[in-house]
Every structure is written in structure tokens, then in C-alpha cells.
């Protein structure tokens, strides 16, 4: 899980990397292609169906996850780099909102504290972002992270169907490809890429997709729970990589709003 914390960072540089010359739009483009190709042929080669009784439910999750990724990705080419990752690991956060919300489940009084000081640490993260006129990457930042928990909920009930974990991730880079087309050819925001554009879109496709195996990986031969918490690490690295990258300012209230953030995704994982 740590290769895939540092993985998904790296995919952030590379992202803010690639939006000098490319939208945040094709990014989600040639990111989710990149991953129909990954998927899809060695999946085509091993003779696996694709067709499946529950696509109703991939579509769903697809187009949410879309809406999250696109958001995130914005969110990444306009804030500084550990405040985008931040406001989009509120996922577990809005996941066990939602889990309340819209399944009944119950929260522990423990969880309630921490989903409290969480998004007090939104708050507190989010206020230079307002002031600075960056409230729009700031708003999409963290829908993102309210969407990839809506996401994260059809991926149970996905797997509750008994849908294979390659078929889960083959929909959704296949809506978000056909989403991403959609939306530049509504938009004509579209240009062919250079050579640096097409190194930066190589290193989204590959560090996502590297990060994707090595988190399936962690989850299925060490403990969920350590995992989901090592997974916090992205905030991390991306931090440490914004500052070293960027020289990206990282006040005290920017911290103390990172770790209230961090801290509360894991005790609400815990729920």
C-alpha cells in the first residue's frame, strides 16, 4: 500500500505536469483510455466476458466516479497539490455520512467526533482557498470526495453481485473515456498533444494504473484495515512532493486541516 500511496502522489504530479498544454477534461480522457487498453486487452486475450446482468449498476458507479475524477483532476491543476488530494480523501468521510444516510447504517459516537472534526479540518483547509479566488477548484475538490464515496458504495454493492474487480474498474475507465469524448466534443476544447504532452499522459496512465494493482494487491494479502490506513501516505507524498516540486506554501492551518482531515477518514473507516 505504501508503493500505491506513492503511486497515486506521483500520478498528481503528473497531472499537474501535463495540464500546461492539456485541460483537465482530456486528462480524465487519455487517463481512462489508457486504462480501457490495460484492462480490456489482456481481459479480451484470457476470452473473460464483459457482458454482464448488472450493468444498470456499473453505469451508475461509472458516470458517478467520472463526476469525481474530473473533479479531483480540476482540483489538481488549480490548488496546490496536497490540497486537492486532501479535499478528495474526504471520501471515507462522506462514505460513512452516506452509509447513515441513504443505508441506515449506525455510527459510533467515537465516528460522529471524528466526522465533526473532519470537516472542521474541510473548513479550515478550504478558507485561503476561498480567499484566493479558487473557490470553484476548492467546491469540485471536494465533491469529488463526496462522489468517490457515492462510487465507493456501488462498488459494494457490485461486489455483493459477485462482479469481478477487473470488470468494476474496465466500466468505469470505459464511461469516463466515453464521458471525457462527450465533453470535448461539446466543448471543442481539444488539441493534439506534444511530446511533453504525451510523456505526462503516460505517466497519469501508467502511475494510475501501477497504483491501481499494487492497492488491489495490498488489500488482498495484508489486513483491510492497515491497508485503508497506509493509503492515507498519498496525502503525504503529495505534500512532500508539492513543496519539493512547486515550492508550495504549507501553512500551520494548512497542516493542522490536513491531519484533522487524515485522522478522521481513519477513525470513520473504523466505524
Given at each position: 500500500?505504501?508503493?500505491?500511496?506513492?503511486?497515486?502522489?506521483?500520478?498528481?504530479?503528473?497531472?499537474?505536469?501535463?495540464?500546461?498544454?492539456?485541460?483537465?477534461?482530456?486528462?480524465?480522457?487519455?487517463?481512462?483510455?489508457?486504462?480501457?487498453?490495460?484492462?480490456?486487452?489482456?481481459?479480451?486475450?484470457?476470452?473473460?466476458?464483459?457482458?454482464?446482468?448488472?450493468?444498470?449498476?456499473?453505469?451508475?458507479?461509472?458516470?458517478?466516479?467520472?463526476?469525481?475524477?474530473?473533479?479531483?483532476?480540476?482540483?489538481?491543476?488549480?490548488?496546490?497539490?496536497?490540497?486537492?488530494?486532501?479535499?478528495?480523501?474526504?471520501?471515507?468521510?462522506?462514505l460513512a455520512l452516506l452509509s447513515?444516510?441513504?443505508?441506515?447504517?449506525?455510527?459510533?459516537?467515537?465516528?460522529?467526533?471524528?466526522?465533526?472534526?473532519?470537516?472542521?479540518?474541510?473548513?479550515?483547509?478550504?478558507?485561503?482557498?476561498?480567499?484566493?479566488?479558487?473557490?470553484?477548484?476548492?467546491?469540485?475538490?471536494?465533491?469529488?470526495?463526496?462522489?468517490?464515496?457515492?462510487?465507493?458504495?456501488?462498488?459494494?454493492?457490485?461486489?455483493?453481485?459477485?462482479?469481478?474487480?477487473?470488470?468494476?474498474?474496465?466500466?468505469?475507465?470505459?464511461?469516463?473515456?466515453?464521458?471525457?469524448?462527450?465533453?470535448?466534443?461539446?466543448?471543442?476544447?481539444?488539441?493534439?498533444?506534444?511530446?511533453?504532452?504525451?510523456?505526462?499522459?503516460?505517466?497519469?496512465?501508467?502511475?494510475?494504473?501501477?497504483?491501481?494493482?499494487?492497492?488491489?494487491?495490498?488489500?488482498?494479502?495484508?489486513?483491510?484495515?492497515?491497508?485503508?490506513?497506509?493509503?492515507?501516505?498519498?496525502?503525504?507524498?503529495?505534500?512532500?512532493?508539492?513543496?519539493?516540486?512547486?515550492?508550495?506554501?504549507?501553512?500551520?492551518?494548512?497542516?493542522?486541516?490536513?491531519?484533522?482531515?487524515?485522522?478522521?477518514?481513519?477513525?470513520?473507516?473504523?466505524?
Amino acid at each position: 500500500m505504501v508503493v500505491a500511496a506513492l503511486l497515486f502522489a506521483q500520478m498528481g504530479v503528473f497531472v499537474k505536469l501535463g495540464s500546461a498544454t492539456l485541460s483537465s477534461v482530456e486528462l480524465v480522457f487519455w487517463r481512462s483510455l489508457f486504462g480501457v487498453v490495460l484492462i480490456g486487452v489482456p481481459a479480451l486475450a484470457r476470452r473473460q466476458r464483459f457482458a454482464t446482468p448488472n450493468w444498470p449498476v456499473h453505469l451508475r458507479r461509472g458516470v458517478v466516479a467520472y463526476c469525481a475524477l474530473l473533479g479531483y483532476f480540476y482540483a489538481i491543476v488549480h490548488l496546490p497539490l496536497s490540497t486537492a488530494v486532501t479535499l478528495n480523501y474526504t471520501s471515507p468521510m462522506f462514505l460513512a455520512l452516506l452509509s447513515v444516510l441513504l443505508l441506515r447504517e449506525r455510527l459510533r459516537a467515537g465516528a460522529l467526533v471524528a466526522l465533526a472534526a473532519g470537516f472542521a479540518g474541510v473548513v479550515l483547509l478550504l478558507r485561503p482557498t476561498l480567499a484566493a479566488d479558487a473557490w470553484l477548484a476548492g467546491v469540485l475538490g471536494l465533491s469529488s470526495g463526496l462522489l468517490a464515496g457515492w462510487s465507493y458504495l456501488q462498488v459494494r454493492e457490485l461486489g455483493r453481485r459477485g462482479e469481478p474487480e477487473w470488470r468494476v474498474v474496465f466500466f468505469f475507465a470505459l464511461v469516463s473515456t466515453i464521458g471525457g469524448a462527450l465533453m470535448i466534443s461539446l466543448t471543442g476544447d481539444w488539441q493534439m498533444p506534444d511530446r511533453d504532452a504525451w510523456l505526462a499522459i503516460a505517466g497519469v496512465g501508467l502511475t494510475a494504473t501501477l497504483a491501481q494493482l499494487a492497492m488491489t494487491r495490498a488489500y488482498k494479502v495484508g489486513s483491510k484495515l492497515f491497508a485503508a490506513n497506509l493509503s492515507y501516505l498519498t496525502v503525504v507524498f503529495s505534500t512532500l512532493l508539492g513543496v519539493g516540486l512547486w515550492g508550495e506554501p504549507l501553512p500551520v492551518s494548512s497542516i493542522a486541516a490536513i491531519v484533522l482531515i487524515v485522522v478522521s477518514g481513519i477513525v470513520a473507516g473504523r466505524r
